[in-house]
């Protein structure tokens, strides 16, 4: 039988290798459910070190789920995607954009339950909000046609648990804006 010492230095070792191994796990608690998710530290540091602030200062905690991106709610563009985006708490203030971390470049692909950072049509205009991929989306990589200028977007992260609750969220009423009526409540998204 293990000690309670025994116990605590063998989560410790485990949650050190975790971290080591260059990913972060994070709990994003929504009114509709919770999703698990890790960062990837390693590949796209700058995108995972600003998400892990904004995390860690407490700023997505009252954000929401604002937005659903689903075939038949963008008639006009013709570069389909299924996404589910969400915002930091808008009374919190904004930290500086930062640098676009290229597909190309990280590896890190927009597959299904991908983290992404969401970007204006400025290439390194990313701030706080991210999306989560709801199945395959190559057109979000690096020369994908999504965006015009075919740099894509910031992969960061990827859902480990909790698609059940994207599809969810996915699947709420939303206006002709794909703005989610109402939007889902983010209650606190922490390290886990």
Known sequence: MTSRRGLAALFLCASLSHAQSG???VLIETTLGTIEAEIN???APKTAAN???YVDAGQYNGGRFHRTVKPDNQPSNPIKIEVIQAR???KTPAYPTIPLERTSVT??????GTLSMARSQATDSAESDFFICIGDQPSLDFGGKRNPD???F???GRVTKGMDIVRKIQAQPSD?????TPPITILKIRRR
């Open 23 to 25: 990913q972060v796990s």
């Open 41 to 43: 530290t390693t590949r």
């Open 51 to 53: 998400f892990l602030r």
């Open 88 to 90: 930091r708490d808008e």
């Open 107 to 112: 590896g890190l692909l927009h597959k299904d």
């Open 150 to 152: 075919g740099q894509g």
């Open 154 to 156: 910031a992969a960061f």
């Open 176 to 180: 002709a804006r794909q703005q989610l």
